[in-house]
């Protein structure tokens, strides 16, 4: 027997490391049944085994529960369950054992006050866990051996040897009960399936399924589109020891990290140098020794036991010639340092620089600040004093660096410098560190999406004008009558008016005529009568089609306007010499403005953009002694934030403004008489309505080299010939 395996019977509490040589894989243990036996301090938990190694047991105390792993051992209890049993002794509220995995089982023993102390005694076919909870406390870590026998590696399991003494050889692996198997349910035999009910001469219909009426549509939410991921595993260094051997089983405790890194350099026939000075691991401050470390490890290489301890404890190393470098943190002149500088394409130094920050790297930056200083300067004795302020600009060192709480950055260790001048940012730090920095940039270093959006833009103005009137006139003697335009004028005498022509309301778009009698008031000398009436129709279209080509994140303008004036501020000044005038002119722009904000384009082809055309138009024109100034007519459309497939049209409609407006001049008391009143009046009406249409279709354009020219533009013949002579 292996001389470290004397420590018989072993506290479960305590720090373990074991070697045990043995011929290949050791067999896997069966425990066949579960007893409970009092004792005076507390209650022994025996365990009846088959086969195996009863050794395997790694202990943990978490409060007042201790937990016992059986390593290469599997429950076979006849019930073919786990074992439990509640309050079994005084201090003890509950006993467990069930299987963890395949190939290991768990015992959990809960205290009620305090946590539970084991002590194990095996033999060939059973495992006593003496259980007490007395207050007896956990036994001190063991040492770490000063030496490690390994064996080389092999393709194959071959016998390996942990010391100089041959272990005997592990019994072999009892065969496992089967399981009982269980009876699949009987199947009956049915003469006629569904048979028919027939009940005086007539069948009866079979029994329906009752179904409940379907529920009414509910909204029902966009499909959720597809992600684009890149994924990527950082790939921290490792050290190379140029070793093949492997440790057949190393089981420890909390041994101190310097000792165990030691023991793995001795056996890989390396040497260490060890510096426990700065940095934390695990929240923890590292001890002279370095951090503890528990490992349970069998049939592992001890290069891959060596990396292991590195990346539980977070030290750092660096393999020089025959000498590894081990730390909490080296510094620069024992580690492999690297540096690499990236000229960016698309993304910006200073946004790659945060963004490298952000997962742990280190940043400074020197920046020009202005500095001012406030002095104060005593001129005489009760006078106040005079500030005086000077600005001086300073060269200050900007440091960027994010210390996190509950994470830590991958990248911490590393420097970045970002140069604007030439958009690149140079790394600096050990050579995996780098290669993770590299990888991040080259995901976020990509193309934004472009987009061309064509627009139509549709301006219908629709007009109509209804105007009726009618103009009679008669004279007989010295009475006369005249009737124009819903005016009318009775004449008795001969007397002659001092308006010689009839004037009309301003409203009424049609002048009557003037009739041209040689009497008073240009009245006929016999009965005229005149009906006037017109209908004007007229209509305006203004179509524009432009087509933009927009980067997501940046908005495009189209403006097709022409400017006009809308206020006029005139401004006399009287002067010694004279007055002097001064026009103060305003004007805006009338026409088309069309705005495209293209906001995101995704994965999955939608565009998110917002659309804002604005049309205007003069109404009306004033003139003063200043100059004439129009006043404009401005309709506008504003999406709002919408979200279009590629290749979809969206139409904006229905901004519609009709107005319609009626003017009646009339004779009173005879305008309105039914049917004979209308030769008394004159009806005019107005009628406008103006419709604004815009249709926005979008189409991402494929910017890479096996993209097609263009975005599928066809020109009028007009400007194909002026593509093709451009001389012309």
């Known amino acids: 027997m292996n001389p470290l395996m004397k420590l018989h019977p072993i506290l479960l509490s305590s720090a373990l490391v074991t070697m045990v040589a043995q011929p290949g894989l050791a067999a896997m243990t069966s425990i066949t049944d579960i007893s409970l036996n009092a004792t005076d301090t507390g209650l ?25 792993d059986i390593t290469r051992a599997q429950l076979n209890l006849p019930d073919g369950g786990g074992f439990t049993q509640a309050n079994p002794a005084p201090g003890i509220s509950q006993i467990s054992v069930v299987p963890l995995d395949a190939n290991s089982v768990r015992v959990t023993v809960s205290g009620i006050d305090q946590s539970p102390v084991g002590e194990i005694a095996s033999s060939d076919d059973q495992v006593v866990l ?21 064996v080389p590696d092999s393709t194959s399991p071959s016998t390996i040897a942990q010391s100089t003494e041959a272990a005997p050889e592990a019994a072999p692996e009892a065969p496992s009960e089967a399981a009982p198997e269980v009876p699949a349910p009987a199947e009956f035999d049915v003469l006629v399936p ?43 260094g490792s050290i190379n020891l140029g070793s093949n051997e492997r440790i057949p089983k190393l089981l420890l405790r909390d041994a101190p990290a310097r000792e165990v890194l030691s023991l793995l350099a001795r056996a890989a026939g390396l040497n260490l140098v060890f510096t426990p000075s700065g940095g934390e691991a695990q929240g923890d401050t590292v001890s002279a020794d370095g951090p503890p470390v528990s490992l349970d490890i069998e049939n592992e290489s001890v290069q891959d036991v060596f990396n292991h301890v590195l990346r539980v404890t977070g030290l750092e190393a660096n393999r020089v010639g025959r000498s590894i470098y081990v730390g909490a943190t080296l510094p620069v002149s024992a580690q492999s340092v690297t540096a690499r500088t990236l000229r960016l394409n698309q993304v910006d130094s200073a946004v790659a620089t945060n963004f490298l920050v952000a997962l742990g790297a280190e940043s400074a930056v020197s920046r020009e600040r202005l500095v001012t200083n406030v002095n ?34 991958i990248l911490r260790g590393l420097q970045v410098v970002a140069d604007e001048r030439t958009n690149s940012v140079t790394m600096i730090g050990r050579a995996d560190l780098v290669a993770i920095a590299t990888d991040q940039l080259t995901r976020i270093d990509i193309r934004r ?18 105007a009726f009137g009618t103009s ?11 009737s124009s335009g819903g005016l009318g004028i009775i004449n008795i005498g001969d007397g002659t008016p001092s308006t010689q022509s009839l004037q009309t309301p301003t409203g009424t778009p049609i002048s009557p005529v003037n009739l041209g009698g040689s009497g008073v008031n240009a009245t006929a000398g016999n009965f005229l009568l005149q009906l006037l009436a017109t209908v004007r129709n007229g209509n305006g279209k203004i179509i524009t089609d432009p087509t933009l080509i927009v980067q997501e994140g940046q908005t495009a303008t189209v403006q097709l306007t022409q400017d006009v004036v809308t206020e006029i501020e005139q401004t006399v000044e009287v002067t010694t010499t004279g007055t002097v005038t001064t026009l103060d ?12 904000d293209v906001d995101r384009i995704d994965d999955n082809g939608f565009v998110s953009l917002s659309v804002a055309p604005s049309i205007s138009a003069p109404t009306a024109t004033f003139t003063s002694d200043a100059g004439s100034f129009f006043l404009l007519s401005e309709r506008q459309i504003s999406s709002g934030q919408v979200r279009v497939r590629d290749g979809q049209t969206l139409l904006l409609s229905g901004i519609i403004q009709e107005t319609e407006r009626s003017t009646v001049n009339k004779i009173p008391i005879l305008g309105d008489i039914p049917i004979l009143g209308a030769l008394f009046r004159s009806t005019t009406t107005d009628n406008q309505r103006r419709e604004l249409i815009v249709l926005l279709t979008p189409q991402i354009l494929d910017d890479s080299d096996q993209s097609v020219f263009g975005y599928q533009y066809t020109p009028s013949e007009q400007v194909q010939e002026i593509l093709e002579n451009p001389s012309r």
């Open 376 to 409: 104060a300067v005593e001129v005489a004795e009760g006078a106040p004093a005079l500030t005086e302020t000077q600005t001086t600009t300073v060269d200050q060192i900007e440091v960027s660096r994010v210390d996190y709480e509950d994470s830590q950055g």
């Open 585 to 596: 002119i305003t004007t805006e722009p009338a026409g088309l403005i069309l705005q495209v």
């Open 130 to 150: 003496s259980i007490r909870n007395d207050g007896q406390t956990t036994q001190a870590p063991t040492p770490v051996p000063e030496e490690l026998v390994t």
């Open 472 to 482: 009679f006139s008669f004279q007989t003697g010295l009475f006369g009558m005249l």
């Open 449 to 466: 999406r472009q987009v061309a959006v064509n627009l139509r833009v549709i301006d219908i103005d629709l007009n109509a004008l209804e």
């Open 44 to 68: 022994d938990l025996v365990f009846k085994t088959q086969g195996g190694d009863n050794s395997n047991i790694f202990t943990v105390n978490q409060g007042n529960t201790l937990q016992a």
């Open 194 to 236: 569904d048979p028919e009910v027939i009940i005086d001469g007539a069948p009866v219909p079979r029994p329906q399924v009752q179904q409940t009426p379907p529920f009414l549509p509910r909204a029902v939410a966009p499909p959720v589109g597809d992600i684009a991921v890149a994924e990527g595993s950082p790939a921290f």
